[in-house]
């Protein structure tokens, strides 16, 4: 480090215009490399005064939170060093520098700890592997090649795809072909500037404890970006991953299909599917049309770009990143828009009503008709019944939809609840195949879905369908991560089960409520970006818990679930783990949730209306419009309190 920096740095730590950590963070970062172009980066920022981008950039080290490291790969300011040969506004030609931006440095860092972990903790023969992919995010291959070359030069077999695929294709590849673990570098449906990484165990699912601290721990002790490299006998091997795998994948997704012949007879059933520029469409309208579904794609949106130029945010749950596909579902009368984020694991759907309008709907409703359907057609085929129907298990979150449990019980079967991410997901699959004897599941990779699914319904519990709020569905165990790809089969079939019956999504979805009752669920996310934002969301998150709300929007709060101070069990009996999450249930049925997100800079609220305590459906279909109307008062009436109440605890 020159004198000249070293002088500007403490001199804004001195005036508090740098943050103790930041200094800290940067002094580690240059002393733990020789890349000049980090001292550049900073340099050129120190010199403008731009304390708040160095803070931002430097306050903290990334940590895996519920999707891993993730981070900006572009600043809010690009430097001249980071820029480098690239015009103004394109992609820079290198990343963000930074401890909390995802960039070589934490790459190479996770990649390191991660990999001595491995070699640790390996008792199998040959060397520990890893199986990597990526979405199509900036600096996606750069990444997956750095990964790839940390991973091999430490004593790591890589099986790379050479291609972008979809998360859930990841995690697929992971369990079929036996790896040790398994990487994606993807953020999700984020904005382009950011990136991600996310780690998998052998068993498909994202990691948990107590490995997710130990490889923290690993990661922890690298203090920079060299390495001894091992000898080269000693090194790992790369292998490239493609057609076969894809075909392999494609196989067992044709499995979540439940009625083939339903499909058959609703062959007019006309669907626009957009990958909104990601992995999604690799595989997602190839299998539609292979199952023998109507499928178009919006062409401007094929296209794989980390820009995502046609969206606003590329994010399927938003109207506007489905515009361009509800544009030609008007144009070619289509019943259904389907799309996927980047790396394919979420999906968000617009249908017609029964008016033809196209209505979006939320995940809560999307993940409600398909477990649903699900429950129907397994209980019809007589492969859950009153002699099993105690072995089988509907999984989701929290602060997903009680709707799906009122289902469930409809048709006696159990839900479990965990927290959010879908790791924990993961992990109760793994509890249910690890309770099969383990004789009988030697070869449980193998076997097909309907041998796996008489095990579990004789030894365990056989996983009907799971899923959570924020658009992740899975409908079966041969992967462990929520499956964009599987989703939009599974959710064609349904749609086709309503137009057998002359209905639409929408209605079917109106059916429920007169058989259960109203539910309307939203949120309200408070971004707050930064060093200064991540403060404020641990602050407001501890306001909480230290001064909960005793009434809110004129209703007494009857009961609080604090998850981070106080013990919790799941409905099997297991332990849930501490995580910074409140639930409030209100006298009146209603209820909401507070939680800090574990990926984005932003605080989050789920808000319910729910049927009143005792009340189950309505008693006349023709109340259902006024229930409707009933229900969207009284939760933007609870939303506009909520956010009041958090507006006061922010300024207080």
Known sequence: MTSDLSDLLDGALASGDLLQSSFDNIHELLGGSENPLYE?????????GEWKELNNRFFKKLAFGTGGLRGRSIGEIVTAAERGSAAEGEKPEFPCVGTSSLNFYNITRATLGLVRHLLKSHTGEGR????????????????????TKVAVENGCDV???????STPHLSFAVRHLGTTSGIVLTASHN?????????????????VEPDASQIIAEVNAVTGESYDVVPEDKQGEVHELGADMDEAYMARLESLLLDPELVKSQSDLKIVFTNIHGTGGTIAPAMLRRLGFQCETVPEQDVQDGAFPTVKSPNPENAEALQMGIDMAEATGADIVIGTDPDCDRMGVVVRDGNGKMTLLTGNQIGSLMAYYRLLAFTEKDIVNDSNKDHAVVVKTFVTTEL????????????????????YIGGKLRKYENQIPAELRENYRQLSDEETRA????HSKFFIFGGE??????????????????AVVMFAELAAYAKSRGLTPVELLDELFVRHGVYLEGQHAET????????????????YMDSPPTEIDGVAITKVRDFANDDHIDEEGDEIPKEKMLIFDLADGRAFAVRPSGTEPKIKYYIYYRPEPGQAGLELPEELESAKAIAKKSFDSLKEAIVADMRARLSS
């Open 40 to 48: 550049a980066a900073v340099t050129e920022l120190a010199k403008a």
């Open 128 to 147: 520990p592997s890893i199986a990597l992919a990526r979405d199509t995010r900036y600096f996606g291959k750069e990444f997956a090649d750095c990964v």
């Open 159 to 165: 099986y790379i795809f050479s291609e972008p695929r």
């Open 191 to 207: 904005p382009p500037h950011d990136n991600g990484y996310k780690v998998y165990g052998n068993d498909g699912a994202q990691i």
């Open 404 to 423: 799906q449990t009122a289902i469930a019980d409809s048709f006696g079967v159990g839900v479990v609840n965990t927290l959010t991410g879908f790791k």
């Open 455 to 458: 095990l579990r319904l004789e």
């Open 469 to 486: 709020e924020s658009y992740g569905y899975l409908g079966a165990d041969f992967l462990r991560d929520k499956d964009g790809n599987g």
């Open 528 to 543: 707050l970006a930064g060093a200064d934002g991540a403060a404020q969301i641990q602050s407001l998150a501890k306001s």
